[in-house]
């Protein structure tokens, strides 16, 4: 019978908390606040570009690995790029250098999301392709580029498109149409 009588009182708390919590809701200045801060993080696409990112997205933390494309051992920047495109069915080259001649060309102000930025080696004075990453957003004309990287975070990484980017860049190409 105490048996009962507890479960019977158990599970009329659990009733009473659970109709309790239904009818909470944040304070209006609260929802205002967090509509605000909501409104404020950049959409990374709403087209087609949409999935492979988030795609790309995954694979941050992967380890940087010259001459790789393997997402087991670790990605260089074009290996990184090749195997995102090629898993949505895109015929991409496997180099950084082949990059700059594939896709159509567009110019920077006109780059949209999941563009390929191509960029020179790590010495900018050298106008020579060595490096490529894809937008990943673009807010307020700040420009986030995802790739993989073998300098301070060794692999793949969100990076803003700042001053030391911007002085390697050398084009931008459009892969998705």
Partial sequence: MKKTFFILLFLSLMAITGKAQESISLPAQYQQMMEKILDKIPVISTGPAAQLLKFAQSMIGTPYRYASSNPNKG??????VSYVFSNF????????TEFAHTGIPVK????KVGDVLIFTGTNPRVRKVG?????????NG?????HSTSGKANGVTITNFDAYYK??????????E
């Fill in 167 to 176: 002085s390697r860049y050398m084009k931008a190409v459009s892969i998705i």
């Fill in 89 to 96: 069915g895109f015929k991409v080259p496997r180099s950084s």
């Fill in 108 to 111: 920077l102000e006109n780059a």
């Fill in 131 to 139: 490096h490529v990453g894809i937008i990943y957003s673009i807010d």
């Fill in 142 to 146: 700040e420009i986030k580029f995802i």
């Fill in 75 to 80: 990605f260089d920047c074009s290996g990184f």
